[in-house]
């Protein structure tokens, strides 16, 4: 849970502290070698996965998950991420300008929800229709239209296939925009709330009752 450069500076942090508690208990108490190396490296497994246990519990109660629900997603999005790289891959495979635009308009805004529900796993249970219907079908249909439209030679069939599947995806393009704007019409409700607030408290001092009677005793 914790982020991979959090992590990083945790095992620095504690393999100093490890090396520090080595050398005060080897020079400084005079214990064996093996002692003080135990000890050591026992200060730093409690020190790195105490810190680690912390952390974890402190962002699962911040985002109100419980630990279950954390892995249940996390390998949701694991599996997202496996889907982001085919649909990189068709995008890449593709010639046409037309299927060029498209394929990336999609890549857009299915790495646009992995970023918003990876940064905040809560969002995750408002975006499940985007995780389980429409990113497997752009996956599959992207890969069946770069896989046509790679076709040197085609048909009238492959041609009324490519119109289909490009018309299709389109449709999903529009959907997964909605998808997102689902899961962000809390922000912007929020937001709306704030500005209400914000204007409600401009005209207040816009208007003071002491004003009135300063202007009616001259």
Request: avoid cysteine; charge should be positive.
């Amino acid at each position: 849970m914790l982020k991979s450069f959090l992590s990083f500076l945790l095992g620095m942090f504690t393999a100093g502290e490890t090396i520090l508690i080595w050398l005060i208990l080897y020079f400084g108490f005079n214990l064996s070698f093996l002692s003080s190396s135990g000890i050591a490296v026992l200060a730093g497994v409690v020190t790195f996965f105490g810190v680690k246990s912390i952390a974890q519990y402190q962002f699962l109660k911040k985002n109100n998950l419980t630990r279950k629900d954390y892995i249940y997603i996390q390998k949701n999005l694991s599996e997202t991420k496996k889907k982001i790289n085919r649909l990189q891959k068709a995008f890449f495979s593709v010639r046409s300008m037309g299927a060029f635009k498209q394929l990336y308009e999609l890549n857009k805004l299915v790495k646009r929800m992995y970023t918003i529900v990876n940064k905040d796993p809560r969002r995750f249970y408002q975006s499940e229709r985007f995780f389980f219907y429409h990113l497997d079908s752009v996956v599959e249909l992207s890969e069946r239209y770069a896989e046509l439209a790679a076709q040197p030679v085609k048909n009238e069939t492959m041609y009324i296939s490519l119109k289909e599947t490009q018309s299709t995806l389109e449709d999903l393009s529009e959907s997964i925009k909605k998808d997102i704007y689902h899961v962000l019409s809390t922000d912007v409700d929020d937001l709306k709330f704030e500005l209400d607030v914000a204007k409600h408290s401009l005209k207040k001092l816009e208007y003071h009752p002491l004003d009135d009677e300063r202007s009616t005793k001259e």
